[in-house]
Structures are given as structure tokens and as C-alpha cells.
């Protein structure tokens, strides 16, 4: 079975790939992408962040581990499904899911939808916000403000359409892949690997 | 909060209840909403376009690191900083503190302009005056505290890159009392243990090679929790390159969220566990015999002392089976020389902290790691000849901190001081009184080391307190005059020379004019001087060192260092052991000191401590009922200079108290019960409750609070009384050796809040 799920002809499809064991909780990636993208300065609004997951191990010891989240912008985008305006969409080149500020009327129906929490409702902007794979950086060269800033180099971004991308290679590469709740049959583009260099 | 542990999914539910109802209704129907085909063919335009803005090149003062950073200016105002790639403290990353340096620099809480004090000390009453009065205010004040009780009545303590001005304007006036807290209060212990043995300190820029390593011990050093990047970044390489990684401390923290073993160790038991692994490593010929013939000495003393130190008797010590003991001290030999043991960064411990770091310092030689990818890299100086600066005559006086020879502390570095030393003084007004202080950018009141409501007591010997900073720290709050430093996205500093495995320079520019009444360190100490006619100790200001760097730089390197913000060295070796090269050891001895005979005598005098061999001595420890307070860093914060960032603030903004579940039982406490602590020696009760965080992750007997909270500073509207401050709850103890303060053997009782 292909790890890549690809339900829509996209030109690119740009994913994140996540080295999970290299993420250290440092949380640098909430801070870079709050700062350039002026998301507003309160706890219940950001576009990615990191969890902390306490557990334990089959003896009683306990375990921790870090989860960074973002959009997924996921192929099936329920977000998109419910928008009532187009305001949410997912483009056809690179399959990024945005929100258009102008056409949002801001019912929520969309954050209600996801099943990620990846979105916010921006009171300033009066729209709802979420990460755009930080397009208008990525448009101009850059790497997305999450991926330039990580300190252990977990986080990833390419287009899998790209063989020889960098994240193309690590799906290749990875020991084991997967996705925040595939079960929702939303075909997610942030992946999580395992990999054994 | 800690860390995430909000639903945005719970906050939608308060916020947002209609629209959800709303939502209900419309899901999958077509809409009359709809957008037109126009709209539709417009919409995310406005994601295309990124304007980048002027780039300026820096580095970062979020902490002692200072990380490469790239600053991008809109307009005028400074939307985003990018770490620098070339620059080896990070290569192009910044942590959550180091990207949220713009919201220090943007905080109007910051000081605004030079301020004296109207109100009582404490009060936060201040008159806002100009430079000169300032500047004269200084002068009235402690001149005549000169005259009285001559010029070593100043004690200045320093913390920052402005470090160099403050220093010549102390040894300008003519005092040696100048501190600098990262010793006393942090690295002195470890620094001491490792000039002993290798003859030079580890260094703020350590030396561990992580990243090509095959196996760490880290001992209670939390390189993913107490961030600085480039060494998160190879703690991160080594173990994605399948590093092991055993990590020795009573707190999980998140520094063992990949270790191969996690030996959760009782507290003030670190030497108990390296001596037993040393014990096995020369019990079982596993030392590495071609570098300690070659150059260590004192192997035959260690021999004879170590067979005392069995694994199962530094079991009974530390709490470790003493199978895993060998285990351990095998898989590291396995693998040598490509592997380190890793002391504690802050080794302010329990008081035997030199002795604990001479014993990982043994067991790192006996691997012969020295030199070698992997284990400890050679640090190289920039290769260039600086014009030499013109510095005052030291001063003559005594150090009032029991520095220096033929003092209590011999072997502590008069360059660094001992910060808890002149806190000691100032309080007991020996051996002389302390009259002045003047603070650049460090706040006593967060790293009080001879108990807080003893500082409250020392501040209130003192006739003046001078304080430079960019913000009002709960000490600041306590100053007489304030001189409003720039932060350093608006100021120029002194080129930044640094020794390292890839020895660099980096500049500072501003990338925005002051955006208060503020200047530079220099500017300040400068203008202070000029009022004891001292001045001309401050000839070139760091713009014009900047430019001075061109005759010793050629053109080509000065035009790299313009464009790039770095230059780096690159034709030096770090690893010249794995390249044949001799090594040279700056001991007495010339070699690697097993066994450092320089000691002998000081035994003799002084005890056990100061024995040439490691010699292991029990930790104090709690009464029933108590607890040891143990405390360390968060990933989102720098010491206690950042509670009042609002987006630091986000991350984590409160200090619950760790207490493992066998211990909550006893005292009948449950997870996210409210608490307090009571200090068991002084009967201080925290001012507010924390929630309490029951865990395995702490070991039974000791609780554990993050550093650096419960700010007093009313000044910091977001910060103010934030969390506790965990100086109320630690010990007051002095490393005898190094003379750096001891922090853990303070303990508490847990009451219901």
C-alpha cells in the first residue's frame, strides 16, 4: 500500500513530514510562526503547537513524548466541506487549505468541523485563522516559519510530487509513518516518521 | 498553565456556543452564502505576497548563548527574527525565547528613561530625570561612600554582553569586587572540577561533541529542557544517529524522553554513581591504557582509592541496582573513546558539587575522549593578534568575598568573583561594609543563594543601589537610580569573539532606533565615569570597535563579516587527539590530573574535601514530613528574565509542584490539588497556592518547581506574581572548594493551600 494517499491531481503536493524522536518540546515553532503572522496574543490562538504527552511504559514507568500539530490540509478537508461561503478552500495547485478573510463570515462552522483544532477565530481580523503552510513565505523562497526555526530539525516540508524531495525521501526512508486520525477519512498531509539513519 | 493543556475546542465552546448551533443547521447544505465566481477567483491573493524588509544582522541577548539572529525590518519596526545558518551557536535556529525577543523589545513595561527613587526602597515610586541628573545622582552618592570607606565599598554584578563597561568603571573607581553570578550561582562548581583535572573549565560554549557521540551520561544536564540551541540541535543529531543516551537524574525531565536508561538517582547521589562506574571501568581493565600512559596522572592513586567505591556499594548510595551499574559502565567502554559524561550546567547543588564533577571529569579521561569526534572537542581561539586594551591598575584592595590567596576560597577566579560571597558580606558587613551595588542586568532577588529575606536585609545595608537594565526586575524595583538600557535589537555592541570548535566573530547592529529614552551600556557607564573624570578608560564605543576590526581583519574577511553577520575560522582542528596531534594540559602537572596533587596540602588544612581523590560524602537530607525542593529550567523561559514576554507567557506562565504519587498518598493530596510550601528552616509560607502535578517523573522524597517565577515587580503587568519563586525554598550552602552556592539541600513541608 502507498503511504500517500493522493485523492485530488494537485500540481505539487506539499506535505510536512514530522521526525518524531527529534522533536525536544522546545516550542520555538509556536513563537516563529505566532510572531510572523501577528496571530493575536492569547493562549487559544495559534496556527501550530506542540503537546507534551505523559504516559506510561508497559512496567508502570512513565513516558513522555512530543506531538507538534498543525493544519493538515487534509485532501477530504471537512473544514472546506462545511464553509457555507467558499470562504475555505483548498487549492487545486499545491493542495494548501486556506481561509479567505473577505468571503469568512465567521460562523465557526469550520472549527467545529476539523477534527484537528487547527483553527482559531481571529477577534481582531473578525475571521477565523489557521496555518497556511506559510504560503506567502514559501511563494517567495522560504522555508514555512515552523520548519526554519526547529531547533531539532524534526519538521520537514517538500512536495511529495518532487521524488527527490526532501520529504519524499523520508517517506521513503521511514521505519514506520503515520497520520493524526486517518480514521476520519480525511487523508491528511502532515506526516509522522520513525527513521533509522 | 504549563504546557498545552487548553482546548481550543473548550474555549470555542464558551465563545462560539451559537455559531456551533448555527453550524448544525447549514453543515452540507448548499449555501445562499456561496461566493461568486469572481470572488472565487481572487481569493488567497494575498497569501502570494511576503515582504521580507531590511535584514540586520545580530545576535541574541534572550540569553547567554547568543545565537546567531537575522533581524527583518517593515517600515521601521521589526516583524520577524530569523536565526542566522552560518553562525555554529544555532545554524539558522532560534528557540521559543530567542524568537521572542521582538515582544521584549516591544514591551511598553520596559523602562522608558533614566529613573530616581521618590518612595521608600521596594515601593516602585520613581521620578523620571535626565541623563546628567542621573549621572550627578550616582556621583553625590558615592563619592562620599568612597571616601568613607574607600572604593572596594562598590560591589557591581554583571550579567550580559555591556559586561566589559560596568567592569571598567568598578576597576576605574577602584574596586576589585566584581562578580559575575554565572560562577557562583551556576557553572563554578563544574568549571573548578574540570580546570583540576583537564586544566581548563568547560566553558559557557560546552564541549561536548553530542552529536557524533555514541553514548552520553548525562547527569541531570537537561540539554532539551534548559535549551541552548546548538547544543539542543546535536543532543538531537546524536541520538537521531543512534546515540545511547543514559540520562541520570531524580526529575524525568525532557531531556529523557529518548534515554536509553533513565536512572531516576536519589537526590545529591551523582559522585556515589560515577565512582562506581569508575570502579567498574578499572575493575574490569576498561580503561582506555594508551591515553592515560600517555597522559594522565595519578592512575595508581585512583586504583587504590576506587576499590572502595564498589557497584554495590554506590548501589546503596544512589538508588541504582548495582547490575545496571555495570551494565552501564560497560556499554560506555563499548564504545569509547567515542563517548562523554556530562556534568550539570548549573552545578549549584548539594555542596560537593567540585568533588561530583572531578569524579564525571575521571571517568572521561579513563575513556580517553579527549580530542576525539564524540567526546570531549578542543575549543580554538579566533587565530588573530587584538591590539591589547588599556585596562586600570587591579585595584589593591581586598575582595570582600573571600576570593584570592591566601582567603578562604584560594581557588576561585578573581575574574568571576563569588556573587554569594559579596551577598554574605553586604549582609554581615564583613569583612568590610558593602555600601554600593551596582546591578547590570542581573536580578539577586531570583538567585539569592544566602535566602531571600537575608537579601531583603543585605539591600537594606546598602546606601545606594545602581541598577542598568532594560526592564524592572524585582531587584531593580529596589534601586535608587535606574539607567534604561537599549535592548539589543537597538544597540550596537563590541564585536563578539568566540573561542569554539569553529572560533567566529559576530556583530551586533541596531536594527531600529531606541524606542524609549535608553543607551547602550557603554553610553551609560561612560556618562557615570565622566563624573569621577574617569572617561578616558572609555575611548571607543562598540560602533567603533566594530570598525577597528579592520586592521586585523584583511579586506576580503571584513567584507564576509559585512554580509554574512559571522566570520568564521574554519582552518583549526577540534579533535586533535583523533588526528595524532600531542595534546598539552594546562595543569601543574602538565597531564590529565587522576589525582591532582596541587590538593594535597589543602586536604591537610581544610579536610576532605578538598581531597585530590573524590571522596564520597552522604547529602543532607530531609526530616520526615519534609521534602527536598529541587528546581531547573523550562524550555520557555531564560533564567528570570522573561515572565513578563507575553508569547513566553503562553507557553507557560505557572510553576506546579511535582510530587510523586506515593508521596501525594501519604499526604493524602491529589493531582491538581492547590498547595503551598512552607521553607522548613526559615517557616516561610509561599505567598500563593500552586496546583499540585502528581508524577512518577519525580522521585519520592523531593518536589520540583521550575526556575525563575513568582516575580514581585509590579512593574511587569503580566508577569507580576506569576507562578513561585523557588528561592524562598532552597538551601543557603556554599561549595567548599569552588565556593559556589548549594542550592538543593533546602526542604519543605507541602500544606493544603
Not at chain 1, 125 to 152: H, M, W, Y
Not at chain 2, 17 to 33: D, E, H, N, Q, Y
Not at chain 2, 248 to 270: F, H, K, M, Y
Not at chain 2, 330 to 336: G, H, L, P, S, T
Request: with cysteine; net charge neutral.
Amino acid at each position: 500500500m502507498s503511504l500517500i494517499q493522493n485523492n485530488i491531481k494537485k500540481e505539487k503536493n506539499l506535505a510536512m513530514v514530522i521526525v518524531g524522536d527529534r522533536c525536544i518540546g522546545c516550542d520555538a515553532c509556536y513563537v516563529s510562526c505566532k510572531t510572523d503572522w501577528d496571530v493575536p496574543a492569547m493562549k487559544e490562538a495559534f496556527r501550530t503547537k506542540v503537546f507534551e504527552v505523559e504516559g506510561e511504559d508497559v512496567n508502570g514507568n512513565p513516558t513522555i513524548g512530543f506531538l507538534p500539530t498543525l493544519c493538515n490540509h487534509c485532501d477530504n478537508a471537512p473544514c472546506v466541506d462545511v464553509c457555507p461561503t467558499g470562504a475555505s478552500f483548498k487549492r487545486d495547485e499545491d493542495g494548501i487549505v486556506l481561509v479567505e478573510p473577505d468571503m469568512c463570515i465567521g460562523c465557526k462552522a469550520c472549527m467545529v468541523a476539523c477534527p484537528y483544532d487547527a483553527r482559531y477565530y481571529n477577534e481582531e481580523e473578525q475571521t477565523v485563522d489557521k496555518c497556511t503552510f506559510c504560503l506567502p513565505r514559501i511563494s517567495n523562497g522560504l522555508d514555512p516559519a515552523c520548519v526554519s526555526t526547529c531547533v531539532g530539525e524534526s519538521r520537514n516540508f517538500g512536495d511529495l510530487n518532487d521524488k527527490e524531495s526532501n520529504v519524499s525521501k523520508m517517506l521513503k526512508d521511514a521505519t514506520s509513518v503515520f497520520k493524526l486520525k486517518e480514521d476520519e477519512g480525511t487523508s491528511p498531509n502532515v506526516y509522522y516518521v520513525t527513521l533509522n539513519y | 498553565m504549563g504546557r498545552h493543556n487548553i482546548s481550543r475546542r473548550g474555549f470555542l465552546k464558551l465563545a462560539g456556543a451559537s455559531s456551533v448551533a448555527i453550524t448544525a443547521g447549514i453543515t452540507g447544505l448548499p449555501s445562499p452564502l456561496k461566493a461568486s465566481a469572481a470572488q472565487e477567483a481572487t481569493r488567497g491573493a494575498r497569501f502570494l505576497k511576503y515582504d521580507r524588509g531590511v535584514k540586520t544582522h545580530n545576535f541574541c541577548e534572550m540569553c547567554f548563548w547568543n545565537c546567531g539572529v537575522d533581524t527583518y525590518t517593515r517600515n521601521g519596526v521589526i516583524h520577524k527574527l530569523e536565526g542566522n545558518k552560518l553562525n555554529p551557536n544555532n545554524r539558522g535556529h532560534l528557540c521559543a525565547k530567542g524568537n521572542a525577543g521582538i515582544q521584549s523589545t516591544y514591551d511598553a513595561d520596559r523602562i522608558q528613561s533614566p529613573l530616581i527613587r521618590t518612595g521608600k526602597r521596594g515601593e516602585g515610586k520613581f521620578k523620571k530625570v535626565s541623563w546628567e541628573e542621573a549621572y550627578k545622582y550616582v556621583y553625590e552618592k558615592l563619592n562620599p561612600l568612597v571616601d568613607e570607606f574607600g572604593p572596594e565599598t562598590l560591589a557591581t554584578f554583571m550579567h550580559g554582553t555591556g559586561e566589559p563597561y560596568p567592569h571598567m568603571l568598578t576597576m576605574a573607581i577602584g574596586s576589585p569586587n566584581i562578580t559575575i553570578p554565572a560562577y557562583s550561582q551556576c557553572m563554578g562548581s563544574r568549571e573548578m572540577a574540570w580546570a583540576l583535572t583537564f586544566g581548563t573549565g568547560v566553558s559557557g560554549h560546552e564541549t561536548f561533541d553530542m552529536a557524533n557521540s555514541k553514548h552520553m551520561i548525562l547527569f541531570g544536564r537537561n540539554m532539551a529542557g534548559a535549551v541552548q540551541v546548538r547544543e539542543a540541535e546535536d543532543f538531537a543529531e546524536g541520538l537521531a544517529r543512534g546515540a545511547r543516551l543514559t540520562y541520570v537524574d531524580p526529575r524525568q525531565s525532557e531531556s529523557a524522553v529518548r534515554a536509553t536508561d533513565w536512572l531516576q538517582i536519589n537526590p545529591g547521589t551523582d559522585m556515589a554513581l560515577a565512582l562506581g562506574f569508575i570502579h567498574v571501568i578499572i575493575r574490569d581493565n576498561l580503561a582506555n591504557m594508551d591515553f592515560v600512559r600517555k597522559y594522565c596522572y595519578g592512575y595508581n592513586e585512583l586504583t587504590k582509592h576506587i576499590k572502595q567505591y564498589s557497584p554495590k556499594w554506590a548501589s546503596k548510595k544512589c538508588g541504582i541496582d548495582a547490575k545496571t551499574i555495570e551494565k552501564i559502565a560497560w556499554e560506555f567502554a563499548k564504545d569509547a573513546p567515542n563517548v562523554v559524561a556530562i556534568p550539570p550546567r548549573r552545578m549549584t547543588r548539594y555542596g560537593n558539587d567540585t568533588q561530583t564533577v572531578r569524579a564525571i571529569a575521571i571517568l572521561n579521561a579513563l575513556m580517553g575522549n579527549w580530542g576525539v569526534p564524540g567526546g570531549i572537542f578542543v575549543r580554538n581561539k579566533v587565530p588573530l593578534d587584538f591590539p591589547k586594551e588599556d585596562m586600570p591598575d587591579a585595584p589593591d584592595a581586598r575582595r570582600a568575598d573571600g576570593v584570592g590567596e591566601g582567603e578562604k576560597y584560594p581557588l576561585a577566579p578573581t575574574t568571576l568573583g563569588r556573587t554569594n560571597g559579596i551577598y554574605e558580606a553586604t549582609l554581615t558587613k564583613k569583612p568590610y561594609p558593602i555600601k554600593a551595588w551596582l546591578l547590570y542586568g542581573t536580578n539577586p532577588l531570583s538567585h539569592s543563594s544566602i535566602g531571600v529575606n537575608n537579601l531583603y536585609k543585605a539591600i537594606d545595608n546598602l546606601e545606594l543601589l545602581i541598577a542598568i537594565d532594560t526592564q524592572f526586575s524585582d531587584t531593580v524595583m529596589y534601586a535608587d537610580v535606574i539607567f534604561p538600557e537599549s535592548t539589543y535589537l537597538e544597540r550596537y555592541d563590541a564585536p563578539y569573539i568566540q573561542k569554539d570548535k569553529t572560533p567566529f566573530i559576530a556583530l551586533r547592529k541596531p536594527a531600529i532606533k531606541p524606542l524609549y529614552d535608553t543607551k547602550g551600556c557603554f553610553e551609560i557607564c561612560k556618562g557615570i565615569a565622566k563624573e569621577f573624570e574617569l572617561d578616558d578608560w572609555f575611548e571607543k564605543s562598540p560602533k567603533e570597535m566594530q570598525e577597528e576590526l579592520s586592521q586585523v581583519l584583511n579586506k576580503e574577511q571584513m567584507e564576509t563579516l559585512e554580509k554574512d553577520g559571522v566570520l568564521l575560522f574554519e582552518d583549526v582542528d577540534p579533535y586533535p587527539n583523533a588526528s595524532g596531534a600531542a595534546l598539552n594540559f594546562s595543569t601543574s602537572t602538565s597531564k590529565v590530573q587522576l589525582y591532582v596533587k596541587d590538593l594535597e596540602d589543602m586536604q591537610k588544612k581544610h579536610g576532605d574535601e578538598f581531597s585530590p581523590l573524590p571522596i564520597y560524602k552522604d547529602p543532607a537530607m530531609p526530616k520526615a514530613g519534609e521534602f527536598r525542593t529541587l528546581f531547573g529550567r523550562t524550555p520557555h523561559h531564560s533564567h528570570a528574565r522573561s515572565q513578563n514576554n507575553w508569547v513566553l507567557l503562553e507557553l507557560q506562565d505557572d510553576t506546579p509542584v511535582w510530587m510523586n504519587p506515593e508521596d501525594a498518598k501519604k499526604m493524602g493530596f491529589k493531582d491538581g490539588d492547590m498547595v503551598s510550601l512552607v521553607n522548613a528552616k526559615t517557616g516561610h509560607k509561599s505567598d500563593h497556592s500552586e496546583r499540585l502535578k502528581v508524577t512518577k517523573r519525580i522521585k519520592s522524597g523531593s518536589i520540583f518547581i521550575h526556575h525563575g517565577f513568582g516575580h514581585t515587580t509590579k512593574a511587569w503587568t503580566r508577569g507580576y506574581e506569576k507562578g513561585t519563586k523557588e528561592n524562598w525554598f532552597i538551601s543557603d550552602g556554599v561549595d567548599p572548594l569552588s565556593g559556589a552556592a548549594a542550592f538543593h539541600n533546602g526542604f519543605v513541608k507541602v500544606v493544603k493551600a
